[in-house]
């Protein structure tokens, strides 16, 4: 079956520290996989997107890494800030163009001060 | 980027009955998008809402238990019929401009059925 895990649940870090999130899937050949930050009571928020044919993203403290090989995304916040803390989602679509998107059960991070 | 809003916010509902929520963007967006979130869960995507047209029903989801409309590039509605308890949920909008491949949603619409 299909599936989208993210291996923790909730992630509890010191601020300052490098966050790791781990995004791995199973029997899906995503196009593209997508970071999405979502807050309590709020909708998903975009992050960053990779696709297949590319290793690494990254846009300010955000990077994200794309293993197609070992079916996993890796997704790092450094210098993390308290302001940091949120749910951390992993999607992936299989079709480049239509958008349908698949998500993973999220990892709640918590940056403690 | 696009703004989405959506109304209600939040609503508390009588079993049997039906709610329309509604998903306005701030700009034309190529394709939108209805997903729901259980508590405690990821989101699950309901159904592509086509402009004009009927929409694309993802397995598990069929037209008469939650009827779309999107009359315009701008705006669409999801209706959840005949309320049960097992329809609490989170449900949110999204949209995507272009060909950017990321969606924008909408702050979610909490739903509780009595």
């Known amino acids: 079956s299909q599936k989208i895990e993210q291996n923790s649940e909730a992630l509890n870090i010191q601020e300052g520290k490098t966050a790791t999130l781990t995004c791995n899937y199973t029997?899906?050949?995503?196009?593209?996989l997508q970071w999405y930050r979502q807050d309590p009571g709020r909708g998903p928020v975009f992050l960053l997107l990779?696709?297949?044919?590319?290793k690494e993203k990254r846009k300010e403290r955000l990077k994200v890494t794309f293993d197609t090989t070992l079916k996993q995304s890796l997704f790092h916040i450094t210098a993390s800030q308290p302001a940091d803390s949120a749910t951390y989602l992993c999607?992936?679509?299989?079709?480049?163009?239509?958008?349908?998107?698949?998500f993973g059960t999220g990892t709640r991070l918590t940056v403690i001060p | 980027s696009a703004v989405i809003s959506q109304k209600p916010s939040r609503d508390i509902c009588q079993r049997g009955t039906s709610l329309t929520i509604q998903c306005q963007v701030d700009?034309?967006?190529?394709?939108m998008f209805w997903y729901r979130q259980q508590p405690g869960q990821s989101l699950t995507l309901i159904a592509t809402?086509?402009?004009?047209?009927?929409?694309?029903?993802e397995s598990g989801f069929v037209i008469d238990k939650f009827p779309i409309s999107r009359p315009n590039l701008t705006f669409s509605t999801l209706t959840v019929s005949n309320m049960s308890p097992e329809d609490s949920s989170i449900y949110l909008c999204s949209g995507e401009l272009g060909t950017t491949d990321t969606q924008y949603f909408g702050p979610g619409t909490r739903l509780t059925v009595l």
């Open positions: 029997n899906y050949s995503p196009a593209y």
């Open positions: 990779i696709r297949e044919n590319e």
């Open positions: 999607a992936l679509d299989e079709r480049a163009g239509a958008n349908n998107l698949f």
């Open positions: 700009s034309q967006v190529t394709m």
């Open positions: 809402a086509n402009q004009g047209s009927e929409a694309t029903y």
